[in-house]
Each structure stands twice: as C-alpha cells, then as structure tokens.
C-alpha cells in the first residue's frame, strides 16, 4: 500500500533522487550576499567594545544563527551562512551569504522577513546596532543584497 508509494515518490522525487531532479522539485535558486560593515564605535556603545569587542559581538551572532535558520527556510531562503572578517587591517565586516528561490526579490522580501518573527525582529536589532550606516551610504545593512555571479 501506502507505504510503498511513499518509498517510490522518496526514490523518484525526495533525497534519494538525483541532484537534478531534487532541484526541479525544489524549483531554481540562486545565491546572494551582503557585506555588512561594521562600525568599531558602536561597537563599543553597545557593550562590545574594548580589545573583545568584536569577539562578544561574533559570539552573540553565533548564538542567534541556529534559531533564525529555520525561520528563513519557511520563508524561502534554504540558506545562511555568515562570515566574520575581524578589525586586523581593515573595518570589522559580517558577509552573509543566502540561497534565494528564483522568484523572490531579495530587496522587497528581506525587511519583511525580518520583522515576520521575533527571533529575526532581534538578530535584524542586532547586526543594526553595530552596522556603519555611514560605509552604507545611510541604508540599512541588508539592503546592499547583490546576486552572486
């Protein structure tokens, strides 16, 4: 019965099935990024600065990374990864890099996303109160969302 279909459509369409037809199910992706820019004074405002600034501020990140994961993938986004780049030689930064379907527009979708649950509400908070609006020309730090190539 049932169980046996179910095994047929895990093998045909699910994680046993080729790397091209599990994409066709899923439909068209594609990768973005963002360079948030990070401002060494707010840093400090904020309770992280002196020389563990940085440090404290990437551990609070790392802390909000696993339960806002799940929340884009309801939303569409099958992937965040992020990478911190310390103050050594140049402007602390944050790059994120997000897997996208092909249908959603980064620009419109992100800000509405990020107010969708609380979770997003504090890690959106977060990487706002340290981002050097300044080096972003006064927009907000997801706001600089460019496709990859």
């Known amino acids: ?15 046993m099935a080729a790397p091209e037809i599990q994409a066709a199910v899923r439909g068209a992706t594609q990768q973005y990024a963002i360079l948030v820019p ?22 609070r990140h790392e802390q909000l990374l ?3 994961r799940p929340v884009l993938r ?9 990478y911190m780049f310390a103050p050594a030689v ?3 930064a944050v ?3 997000l897997t996208l379907p092909d249908t959603m527009l980064p620009s419109e979708s992100i800000g509405t996303i990020l107010q969708a649950e609380q979770v ?12 050097d609006m300044a080096a972003s020309k006064g927009q907000m730090w997801w706001a600089a969302i460019t496709r990859s190539s």
């Open 120 to 131: 997003c509400y504090d890690w959106d908070q977060l990487l706002t109160s340290v981002h």
């Open 1 to 15: 019965g049932e169980a046996y279909l179910e095994g047929c459509f895990h093998k045909l369409f699910g994680a």
């Open 66 to 68: 696993p339960s806002i």
């Open 74 to 82: 309801e939303h569409g986004i099958s992937e965040l990864r992020a």
């Open 95 to 97: 790059c994120l890099t």
């Open 90 to 92: 140049a402007k602390p």
């Open 38 to 59: 990070l401002s060494l004074q707010k840093l400090g405002q904020e309770g992280y600065g002196g020389s563990e600034g940085f440090e404290k501020f990437r551990q």
